[in-house]
């Protein structure tokens, strides 16, 4: 009987290079993106296209709540294994933010227009026609506003709850007595798209309906400014099954606990950026000043801070792999203050552009 010979040869020198193996949540990234490169593929039907960057969205939220939730647990600690989940943490940012963007800007840049080529469109509220406005003002006021509820925020009472992965309205209020007040208002958890009674294929956003009648919410104030976020807390569900005493006890905490955990994720828009530096550049002086008067630092700054993080994220993926192999969680500190000082600088830039101004303006006064 003739001997059996093995397919595999243990001599090659293959299985001890770990340049040739990959850790899982890179290897999952590296499988979303290849869902992403479907919705790139212009020979696929536009609908496909769009179901794909959804599914893409769709894919990191889980991603984040579970794999990334037990990643920044281990980098909290100490020791050898924190700073490879540090490593690794940093590796999967980069890896996020370069297909968030590609995502958008394929939604934004062949997307959107080849849908609204086919009649299918998202209306801004500036677009909005008055049949329009007047079809989503019976909306707000039949089927939106019953089930929103705005909630305060100041440090006389705890801080409220924002639910994981919902949109959210972070709102700055002027009252009559010159107090600011702050409240966050969450979108209602349904589809996003109102369809539009004099437009049949076209959509408003549920979150644009909410933005346009906030004033309804807060009368005898006047908002002075408003933006959306959205949290990704920790989804993981971590209980020792042998140390617990009663089984559905310790998973009923561990699910009212998830409403608290951790954030791990956050988007917001640029205007949320730009409300803050306005805030900055009104607060932190020692004169006080106007908003026209901040403006054009505060734009400045935004500009510049967009400019700066688009190169600067540019500059860390260029970075080769053993820098953060070799100096471990100390390139993660570095980096991280050195963003903070190219951010400071900015910030100053602006300040500096306003305070110029603000010569200029008294210089030519009579």
Sequence with gaps: MPRATSVFRHDCGILPDARR????????LAFNRRV?????????????????????SSNLDEFVMV??????????GSGA???????????????????????????????APGLAEEGVAIVP?????????????????????????PLAVDPTRPFPTIPNRAITVAVQLAGDDGECRN??????????????????????????VLMHHLDALFPGHRIAARCLFRITRDGSIEIDEEQASDLLT???????????????RYGLGLGM???????????????????LEVLPGTLLSVALWAVAAELYSAYLGSLPTSYSVTYGSLAGIVVTLFFFYISAAIFIFGAQLNGALRELRAERRP
């Design 21 to 28: 193996y990959q850790s899982r949540e890179l290897s999952w």
């Design 36 to 56: 992403l490169e479907e919705a790139l593929d212009p020979g696929v039907p536009l609908v496909e296209r769009a179901k794909f960057l959804a599914i893409v």
């Design 67 to 76: 794999r990334v939730a037990e990643l920044a647990g281990q980098s909290r």
């Design 81 to 111: 294994a924190a700073d490879e989940a540090r490593v690794l943490l940093a590796d999967i940012r980069a890896g996020m933010r370069a297909m968030v963007a590609d995502q958008y800007a394929c939604w934004r840049d062949e997307v």
């Design 125 to 149: 509220p500036e677009s909005w026609s008055d049949i329009d406005r007047e079809t989503l003002r019976v909306f707000w006021r039949d089927q939106l506003e019953p089930v929103v509820t």
């Design 183 to 208: 409240a966050i208002v969450t979108v209602p958890r349904e589809s996003r798209l109102v369809a539009l009674v004099s437009r049949p294929g076209q959509f408003a956003l549920i979150e644009d």
């Design 250 to 264: 310790e998973l009923e905490q561990e699910l009212f606990d998830r409403r608290l955990d951790l954030l791990l």
């Design 273 to 291: 950026l730009a409300a803050l530096t306005v805030s900055l550049h009104l607060t932190l002086p020692t004169v006080p000043l106007r908003l």
